[in-house]
């Protein structure tokens, strides 16, 4: 693993460990890039009523919006587990509002990485032109 997928996967287990997970106990975090080289991070926010938990990297590409940006080159998303986790459904179609070329990067805690572009995991992405 080079220096700078490193320094993002540390940046995504640090916030991990600020994930609000108490139901499901499933601590998930990310690190999105944007076009600029910025890092935004994001954790996994959990509520009582399920429908309104956001995933971590829903929470890092709203804080990254919410800062003026609107281009993203890569994610990376670390669990607690030992596979690598793609991003759900509902994730998928969130990033590709604003990124639907990103790398995405998926590791896990015993080192296995997993990267796929969104257009992979996501074709026929519903967007903006749509």
């Given amino acids: 693993m080079d220096a700078e997928l490193q320094a993002l996967v540390d940046a995504a287990r640090a916030v991990r460990e600020r994930a609000h997970a108490p139901y499901s106990k499933f601590r998930v975090g ?7 080289g910025e890092v935004f991070t994001g954790a996994n926010v959990e509520n009582a009523s399920l429908g309104l938990t956001l995933c971590a990297e829903r929470t890092a590409m709203s804080a990254a ?14 669990t607690q587990r030992d596979e690598a986790i793609q991003p759900c459904g509902a994730c998928r179609q ?5 990124a639907s070329d990103l790398e995405i990067v998926a590791v ?3 080192g296995v990485v997993d ?3 969104l257009q ?3 074709p026929g992405q519903f967007a903006l032109e749509d």
Avoid: C, K, M, Y
């Fill in 120 to 122: 992979q995991l996501l």
């Fill in 65 to 78: 919006v919410s800062a003026g940006h609107r281009a993203f080159t890569r994610i990376v998303i670390v």
């Fill in 94 to 98: 969130f990033l590709a509002e604003f």
């Fill in 108 to 110: 896990g805690e015993s």
């Fill in 115 to 117: 990267t796929r572009t």
């Fill in 30 to 36: 990310a690190a999105l890039v944007t076009a600029s």
